[in-house]
């Protein structure tokens, strides 16, 4: 019998970890267009380009087109960052701001095959 708890439990335990994982991939529903207002608003750009292409303002800032980083590691290296890069505190940007200018990022076109560049053929 005790063992048929523990399996239980863990078993619930797992479950609920698999839930936690798959909602903590998404990200909230965005508006891009006030995202895009957001990001230029906060000179965002400043570092990381007009377009999220990134930049070398004060150091290499990272390309945030069509970004990989899931929206929770946005959010983190917005309120607690590495480097230069100014913190913002959940007073001056919302998670939903912050889900706004997700949503701009992943709208944008990211970075482009260099075999798709002409002076780059052979």
Not at 63 to 72: I, R
Request: include cysteine.
């Amino acid at each position: 019998m005790d063992r048929l708890v523990r399996t239980i439990v863990f078993a619930a335990v797992c479950g609920s970890a698999v839930v936690v994982a798959a909602q903590a991939q998404e990200a909230p529903r965005g508006d891009a267009a006030n995202g895009k207002r957001l990001y230029l608003a906060n000179y965002c750009y400043t570092c990381h380009g007009r377009v999220g292409q990134g930049g070398a303002y004060n150091g290499p800032a990272p390309a945030l087109a069509k970004t990989a980083m899931p929206y929770e590691g946005l959010v983190g290296q917005t309120r607690n960052p590495s480097n230069d890069m100014p913190g913002y505190s959940a007073q001056v940007l919302p998670d939903q701001a912050l889900a706004d200018i997700y949503a701009y990022l992943q709208s944008l076109p990211g970075p482009s095959d260099p075999k798709g560049v002409a002076l780059l053929k052979d």
